[in-house]
């Protein structure tokens, strides 16, 4: 079964940091990029970062850039978002998206970020 899972979110102080990590499955999924999107409460899903497997290039939101990285473990077909001087505003679920090689993307369920003020 073709899935990816989220993990490391939780309760944050703003100007903390974070890191996110997600696992796509089976390993032996052949993975085209792995992206970050986040949907804040009563707000469109909207995208945050993105990594492309074959190029290692990475895409970001204007509004993470110099703040949030992107990274991945390819061996493990894993991602990572590490984020710093986390704002309130960015309190959202995060969801991860693996984009196989061939076939459907696949979506997690999300992990729960929270920035206390």
């Known amino acids: 079964q073709e899935q990816v899972v989220e993990s490391g979110g939780g309760l944050v102080e703003a100007g903390g940091s974070l890191r996110l990590s997600c696992v796509a499955s089976?390993?032996?999924?052949?993975?085209?990029?792995m992206a970050w999107s986040r949907q804040a409460p009563g707000k469109e899903r909207e995208f945050v970062a993105r990594?492309?497997?074959?190029?290692?290039?990475?895409n970001y939101a204007d509004d993470v850039k110099g703040r949030f990285t992107i990274s991945r473990d390819n061996a493990k077909n894993t991602v990572f978002l590490d984020m710093k001087s986390l704002r309130p505003a960015e309190t959202a679920i995060y969801y991860c998206d693996a984009k196989p090689l061939f076939g459907r993307d696949i979506w997690g369920q999300g992990t729960q970020v929270t920035v206390s003020s």
């Open positions: 089976p390993r032996s999924l052949s993975i085209a990029d």
């Open positions: 990594n492309n497997w074959i190029s290692g290039s990475t």
